[in-house]
């Protein structure tokens, strides 16, 4: 893309396509006299060549309309169809085609003026001016929508950082794709006043500035607090900032934007070369920063938000488990990390008078309104179960009191009692993942039986006995463990199978494993319960 200057009224590269040399030296000297620089073809074709070839295009091609290869109005259609060069202005000149007709089909077929000669030389000059003066407008309208449109997508990325130094690297990268040019992104959080410069070299992967370029960053964040306002930008001259410049080596003078969020100390600063910005490019530039600092106080406003979520969802959790001679007993609970809301997963593990009660389960969605419904249920749970109802009597009861309080969520758990003897297991679940269960010696294997999930108000079915001996080992889990976009849940749990087939009888061996061959995605939260009988 032509880059136009800033100034409509500067002088620009002119291609002047004529075959008669006198014609060429009038028209080029009158161009030159007026701050132009000319370059001359005396052909169609040749003109085209020099188009395809030159790595820098002028900015306006003045073309006689009688060439000798083709005509004028053919080489501005090839002008125009070729998208390199479609934005090219063209100027008709002729001495013989100039009658309403020519003028109209010149003008029909791409050109942007058509002049007859002769041409007065003040007529030459204005209309280059006019045509220049429309070209220059245009391509800086077109380069400013396209940084914009360009500064919208940056923006976005940013809110897909995982933490400060992502931030910094992707608002970089940013800057190099707006701007096309390497860039410095220097970020101070409020919390604890790090200092991190992020930048691009020679078009490469962003990455921490080599050298340590600690005098230089704050610098730049000295730059920014002298200023009143949230914004700032500020041209500085070569060298003139403290420490090592790594961005020019002190060669160049900076344009360095900086944006504070008042109230915090989260600061983000840009820094470009100031020769790589046009007069439009001052406000972009500035927003970039802007919206950097801003997302850097939003990744610091989730990260204490979801801290206060992970502190308030344990208080729903039990505090430890249970000691039990006819179990030993380990479990994972691992919370969504790309999420600050409280989820609903929960378990729990509680010595009864028939046994040792053992449950999973899952609160549909992640919000206060889960967590409260979570809450309810677990404590709920333990009331029923110690009072000696079975399995499949819990999740009854559990159903009846979801409906009654009219319960704005619905949950799915499943419940599993190991009979006081040692010898058997009852198993009820409501709509949840089933129970895993592989005895000393063979292939492990899922107890599919269930019924509906809670707070639908349907019955359950009653609780299946599954023979068990000491050494077998049970696995409840939530679907965080294995669920995925675009997965097959059949396909998981029957991975899940054979990796438990061939575990270790540990159980915190067996929620290890499990977590390295199903390694959360941070989209769910992860409940994961594993007891080897005694």
């Known amino acids: 893309m032509t880059a136009f200057p800033a100034d409509d009224g500067a002088g620009a590269t002119v291609l002047l396509v004529d075959d008669n040399p006198t014609n060429r030296y009038v028209l080029g000297a009158y161009l030159r006299r007026a701050g132009h620089e000319v370059v001359e073809a005396e052909d169609g074709a040749a003109a085209l060549e020099l188009l395809r070839g030159s790595p820098d295009l002028p900015e306006l091609a003045v073309i006689d309309v009688r060439l000798p290869d083709m005509t004028g109005f053919e080489v501005c259609e090839l002008v125009k169809a070729d998208p390199r060069t479609a934005r090219l202005p063209v100027i008709h000149v002729s001495a013989s085609a100039i009658s309403v007709t020519d003028r109209a089909q010149g003008l029909n077929r791409g050109a ?14 204005a209309t ?9 407008a245009r391509q800086r309208a077109e380069t400013l929508a396209g940084r914009l449109s360009l500064l919208n997508s940056v923006t976005l990325d940013f809110y897909h950082a995982d933490d400060v130094a992502d ?12 701007f096309g040019t390497d860039a410095l992104v220097v970020v101070r959080t409020a919390e604890d006043g790090l200092v ?77 070369p100031q020769d790589a910005l046009g007069d439009d490019d001052h406000e972009v530039l500035t927003q970039l920063a802007h919206a950097c600092a801003l997302s850097l106080e939003a990744l610091r406003s989730y990260r204490e938000e979801h801290a206060l979520a992970l502190v308030l969802q344990r208080t729903f959790l039990p505090a430890s488990l249970p000691a039990s001679p006819l179990a030993e007993l380990a479990v994972r609970y691992l919370p969504a990390s790309q999420t600050a809301e409280i989820g609903g997963d929960f378990y729990e593990a509680l010595p009864v008078a028939g046994g040792l009660l053992l449950a999973v389960g899952d609160v549909a969605g992640h919000s206060l309104d889960a967590a409260v419904v979570m809450g309810e249920i677990r404590h709920a749970l333990r009331a029923y179960a110690l009072e000696g109802h079975g399995p499949d009597a819990v999740l009854s009861h559990l159903d009846r009191l979801l409906v009654q309080v009219d319960s704005p969520v619905g949950a799915t ?31 492990a294997f899922f107890v599919h039986d269930h ?7 349907l019955p359950h079915p009653p609780a299946v006995r599954v023979p068990v001996r000491p050494g077998t080992q049970l696995v409840m889990v939530t679907d965080g463990l294995l669920e995925r976009r675009g997965g097959d849940l059949d396909e998981a749990m029957a991975r899940m199978a054979e990796v ?35």
């Open 112 to 125: 942007d003026a058509y002049l007859t000669e002769p041409v007065a030389p003040n007529e030459l000059l």
């Open 128 to 136: 280059v001016a006019a045509v220049l003066r429309y070209a220059r």
């Open 167 to 178: 931030l910094a690297a992707r608002a970089a990268r940013g800057a190099r794709r707006m």
């Open 196 to 272: 991190q410069m992020i930048g691009t070299q020679d078009g490469a992967e962003p990455a921490v500035a080599a050298e340590p370029p600690e005098r230089f960053a704050r610098e730049v964040m000295r730059l920014q607090s002298r200023a009143d306002a949230g914004v700032r930008l500020e041209m500085v001259p070569a060298g003139r900032l403290a420490g090592t410049d790594p961005l020019t080596g002190g060669t160049r003078a900076l344009a360095v934007a900086s944006a504070r969020v008042k109230g915090t100390g989260s600061t983000a600063g840009v820094v470009l």
């Open 413 to 443: 758990l499943c419940v599993a009692l190991v009979e006081e003897s040692g010898q058997a297991v009852q198993v009820a679940n409501a709509g949840h993942l089933p129970l895993a269960v592989r005895n000393p010696g063979e292939k």
């Open 451 to 457: 019924g509906p999930m809670l707070g639908l108000g």
């Open 500 to 534: 438990l087939s061939d575990a270790a009888e540990d159980a915190e061996d067996i929620c290890e494993l499990l977590l390295a061959r199903f390694p959360p995605d941070g989209q769910d939260d992860v409940a994961l319960m594993a007891a080897r009988l005694l």
